[in-house]
């Protein structure tokens, strides 16, 4: 009796592996959260008088502000690459990854705005008045002025994670060279987390803000990128059929 061979056999559905790692990032993060660790870390690079280098010229100057103002010109250049006539990507492709971004971020800075949660450089531990108060307590204050979690500024580089997804999660029969996307991953990893470290040395976030940054954006990201590809995949289809 025939049987059709495993490699012909098509799954009712088929978890992208990037899924997968983001799982179980969501996991660690999740018992970081549970670890107690945000406070640990804080105390190693904290005192009761406060951060001694939250005003570090290399932190505040140069890997802050100035950081930040790079950031904002790539994004400029990413809206000017979106939009250009001519390019190596499809532009529908291409305006897809600008939207994710922008939704990237303004899903961080939804969810900032309505945090009660304040920052460690405000804490009765490190010097100032407000108390601690879980990130998970939401709703409750915590007596400073709050608006400080997730990460701001790591954003400004886990948005540009949608960049690699064309090269990594390519349309359904098309075929591109995967270092480009694993380029541009490392490079929206590397702004992202390098921002994150600044800002936990300076005593404005706890790790977990930036690791929680990374979730919002990463999700964001591929789950736009995925109804992008279906909507790509569909168009194709109906091309070949000639509707």
């Known amino acids: 009796m025939p049987t059709t061979p495993p490699s012909a056999t098509t799954p009712v559905f088929a978890l992208p592996r990037p899924f997968l ?13 549970l670890s107690g660790l945000d406070m640990a870390v804080m105390r190693a690079v904290g005192s009761p008088q406060g951060f001694a280098l939250r005003h570090d010229w290399l932190l505040e100057r140069v890997l802050h502000d100035g950081l930040h103002k790079t950031m ?24 897809a990854v600008l939207a994710l971004a922008v939704l990237s971020l303004l899903a961080v800075n939804l969810v900032k705005y309505n945090s009660l949660t304040s920052c460690p450089w405000e804490l009765e531990a490190f010097g100032r008045n407000a108390r601690w108060v879980s990130h998970w307590a939401w709703g409750q204050a915590d007596g400073g002025t709050g608006r400080c ?9 886990f948005a540009f ?3 690699c997804l064309p090269w990594l999660l390519p349309p359904e029969g098309v075929q591109r060279r995967r270092v480009v996307g ?23 976030h706890f790790p977990s803000h930036t690791m ?19 909507h790509l995949g569909t168009a194709k289809a109906r091309a070949r059929l000639g509707e």
């Open 161 to 163: 994670l949608a960049l």
């Open 212 to 230: 929680w940054t990374l979730l919002i954006c990463a999700s964001v990201s591929l789950a736009g990128w995925q109804f992008v590809r279906s």
């Open 72 to 95: 904002v010109a790539a994004f400029v250049l990413l809206c000017g690459w979106a939009l250009w006539p001519r390019a190596h990507l499809p532009r529908r492709e291409r305006v």
């Open 149 to 157: 979690f997730p990460g701001g500024h790591a954003s400004s580089g």
């Open 182 to 204: 694993l380029r541009w991953l490392a490079a929206a990893l590397g702004v992202g987390l390098l921002s994150g470290v600044v800002q936990t040395l300076r005593g404005a």
């Open 21 to 33: 790692w983001l799982g179980g990032f969501l996991a660690f993060t999740l018992l970081w959260d």
